[in-house]
């Protein structure tokens, strides 16, 4: 383990870890089911039902494109080393603060 993943024990890091890859392959499958659900767009675009139906579609798409981006870079500063630690100050993050949440 390296110094900076802001003195977590390799247990800690490795639950972490287990926590974001489940987290990445849900808003993957997520973005999956989205994307095979999205209403039609031609023939129906007048239709009143169909265009509210698409913008909540695109809200929950961007939505789990935000969270999934927020997790690819958790699992990147963990290989780097780098997870758990301020990027200004350099210090430790509460351990709180750094358990993602779904």
Known sequence: MADSDAGLSAAELSALRENLN???AFRLDQLAQLWQG???RAQRARERA????LEVHIKLCAS???VLADVEAALERMDQGMYGVCRQ???PIELARRVPHV
């Not at 169909?50 to 139906?53: K, L």
């Open 22 to 24: 489940e987290q990445r």
């Open 38 to 40: 999205a209403p039609g």
């Open 50 to 53: 169909v265009v509210a139906q």
């Open 64 to 66: 789990a494109r935000m």
């Open 89 to 91: 100050c350099r210090r």
